[in-house]
């Protein structure tokens, strides 16, 4: 029986590989997704005859308490709430990690001191993956709408750090397990995920949300070594690296370390220092920019989170396809950090069923900006922001942009004339080539849409 158990550990660890690796394409997630789940049925039927378990009724119980909040969100929750949801299971995952690692610790049972190494920086790196991602959480659901500072703050974030990693060492180098320096350990490391968390601006929230998935990934892999599971180890391990990866494409894709994503006050203040830009914006009524991309025979939509809030990729997609239908060659520009987490907008034009082959990304796009006639924004901003290359002294400088800026007419769909998620002030909105189309994005889409038909 624990050849077959091992086996199938081995299989579900395979599945997990290929699914994920299906996931890195438009084409295939759907199918990566089902693949990674056949994987995590066939690791939790397989535990119900692994010889160390034996609280079955339990298992059952988590499991369908688990499995139906699942369904029941995953069916429930609107796609523009995403991010938040991504935040919370990935938390969960770090939380699960953690309570692996404190059963283990108060047991005692390790069969040698590096099995309990990993044990306690498994409990370490998912307690904070799993605080950390709340307070994501929190902040993008708009619970915490500004960040947190005070005064030597770092220097209290590394006090709270360093007295997690003393607990835990204190615990390494005891003779017995005492359950007050255990729960010591656990608050000092879910503090220090708050901690961690509090000051960041949502500006930042795509690289935060991948880099906590990464330390979830890392945490389930290393309890996967103390429990001796292959599928934990395989799994966790696949994650972790996948998160650390992603984490530091999107910091580059933002010119940005990500020391400097987590210690900086970047879309945090929102007061716009050194972003100063002279002119006015020039408004344009729905009905002259119908006009204006009817007649055009290129046009690049760039969709931010402005357009999730709108929930408008349905509206913004009828309006390309009868672009398209008018002989207009359309494209969608997808920055690499757009929107609330990797991926956002991929997702939302999947939603609304755009074709894959019309998405291009930052380096695909940008040289054909000089030949667009009309570049579409709605509600992208810091992405499309030109002081990104001009102005050494704007917050983002540095930060590689979609160069909408570069087309002959530029039309922004944005609420009203205040500056964007991160405060910093948009040089694109005054630009001589540039007209603002205010209102909600789905509702100025449509009337966008009423003004073509009638041409």
Known sequence: ????????????????????????????????????????????LITYFHPDVGNYLLMTVA????????????????????????????????????????????KGEFDSQTFLILAILGALIGSVSFSGSLIAFAKLQGWLRRPMRFPGQQLFNIAVFLAAVGFGVLLIIQGEFNGTIILAFFLAALAYGVLMALPIGGADMPVVISLFNALTGLAVAFEGFVLNNAAMIIAGTVVGSAGTLLTQLMARAMNRSIGNVLFSSFGASGDGDGDSVEGSMKPIDAADAGIMMAYAERVVIIPGYGMA????????????????????????????????????????LAEANVPYDLLYDLDEINAAFTQTDVSLVIGANDVVNPSARSNPDSPIYGMPILNADQSKNVIVIKRGQGKGFSGVENALFFGDNTRMLYGDGQAMVGELIEAIKEL
Request: aromatic share 6%; glycine share 12%.
């Open 1 to 44: 029986m624990d050849n077959i158990i091992e086996v199938s550990y081995f299989v579900a660890a395979i599945l997990f590989i290929l699914g994920l690796k299906k996931m890195s394409s438009p084409v295939t997630a759907r199918s990566g997704i089902i693949w990674a789940g056949v994987g995590m049925l066939v690791a939790t």
């Open 309 to 348: 809030v709108a929930q408008a990729q349905h509206k913004v997609w009828e309006l390309a396809a009868m672009l398209i239908k008018r002989g207009v060659d359309v494209k969608f520009a997808i920055h690499p950090v757009a929107g609330r987490m990797p991926g956002h907008m991929n997702v939302l």
């Open 63 to 106: 499991i369908i308490i688990g499995g139906g909040a699942a369904l029941w969100s995953g069916k429930k929750v609107a796609i523009t709430d995403m991010p938040q949801m991504i935040a919370l299971y990935n938390g969960m995952g770090g939380g699960a990690a953690g309570a692996i690692a404190a059963v283990e610790l108060l």
